[in-house]
């Protein structure tokens, strides 16, 4: 309770204006989430990025670049000329996005109006993308989208540290939509897109489902269909839920020896895969398996053992016109045609 007044009571700091909040000299669309931990906030970063490249703009990322080991005010991870930093000196969302996007601005930094400043000044873009920039108050957006987990919107509750929650749900007031993802399970949706929309009627609320599309081996410069890795596999993963990734696998054709999660971001040791491939063997898997992002934080051209990673796309359903509509006024584009 102490935390969430804490956060209250910021947030009513900047609505009053004791606190100051930059306005970009472009447009800003964030990008958040209400509780800690993932809600596919990367798959939807990649739709919007794509979608407003596909429009003409000069695209900017920002993000704090969490557990990244470079230190400095604006980290250019990658710019229109290619990718300048891989992991660990660079975020491993951040390095995925650059690798998904080439030719796109992606900049990390606990200051979002110095990356801001950095993105349009030296790149010369023209409109900001802010990466889990919900509880970043000190910037003004033009859009303000919020993930929720379908099933689980709130979390468990609790506000941190005791539970999963940055805010009390009462700061949803301050978006203007909401997006459930992972929606595939039609009872949980529905019943949250009740509550949301008896609680918060003046926001939309879509859905979004994330859904394999492919098993990217190590490279990168090819892919194979869900249904061509036929060998056994053992799987690992270093993201927030991992049971998720888990139960993504076990609904794919697929030979799963065993599962070995790490925590959030974690950054793996050389001994740490020397283990995995130990296990792995011992397993009688020939192959080991990951999420992309996980994939990123790792050599793969010099792993003596084969690796897959399992790239996840998402898909906007209920809602997605207003959304489209939404991003058509900001650009400046007649939504009728």
Not at 103 to 112: E, K, P, Q, S, V
Request: charged content about 20%; aromatic content about 6%.
């Amino acid at each position: 309770m102490l935390y969430g007044a804490i956060q209250a009571l910021r947030a009513q700091c900047y609505r009053t204006q004791l606190l100051t909040t930059y306005h970009a000299p472009c447009p800003v669309i964030s990008v958040g989430n209400l509780t800690t931990g993932g809600t596919g906030k990367t798959p939807m970063v990649l739709w919007l990025v794509r979608s407003l490249q596909q429009a003409g703009r000069r695209v900017a990322v920002v993000s704090r670049g969490y557990r990244q080991q470079a230190k400095t005010l604006v980290t250019v991870v990658a710019d229109p000329n290619g990718i300048r930093l891989t992991p660990p000196w660079a975020a491993d969302e951040a390095f995925l996005l650059a690798r998904a996007l080439p030719g796109t601005t992606i900049l990390t930094g606990r200051d979002r109006p110095a990356l801001i400043r950095h993105a349009v000044e030296r790149f010369q873009c023209d409109l900001i993308l802010m990466d889990d920039g919900f509880q970043r108050l000190d910037v003004h957006r033009e859009l303000n989208l919020v993930l929720l987990d379908a099933q689980r919107p709130f979390g468990n509750g609790r506000l941190l540290p005791g539970g999963l929650l940055r805010e009390f749900p009462s700061a949803l007031k301050r978006c203007d939509a909401l997006i459930l993802t992972r929606a595939d399970d039609p009872h949980a949706t529905r019943t949250t897109q009740k509550i949301l929309q008896n609680r918060f009627p003046d926001k939309p609320v879509m859905t979004a489902i994330h859904r394999p599309t492919a098993w990217i081996p190590l490279s990168h410069d090819t892919q194979l269909p869900l249904d061509g890795l036929t060998k056994p596999v053992l799987a690992f993963c270093a993201i927030a839920t991992p049971e998720r990734f888990l139960h993504t696998l076990q609904t794919q054709p697929l030979h799963l020896t065993g599962f070995h999660p790490f925590p959030d971001h974690h950054f793996f040791s050389t001994d740490e895969i020397t283990q995995l491939i130990a296990q792995a063997r011992a397993s009688g898997a020939e192959a080991l398996v990951c999420t992309e992002k996980d994939a990123v934080k790792l050599n793969t051209k010099s792993l003596p053992y084969p690796l897959f990673a399992l790239r996840v796309e998402m898909t906007l359903q209920d809602n997605a016109e207003w959304l489209e509509n939404r991003i058509r006024v900001l650009l400046g584009v007649d939504s009728s045609g």
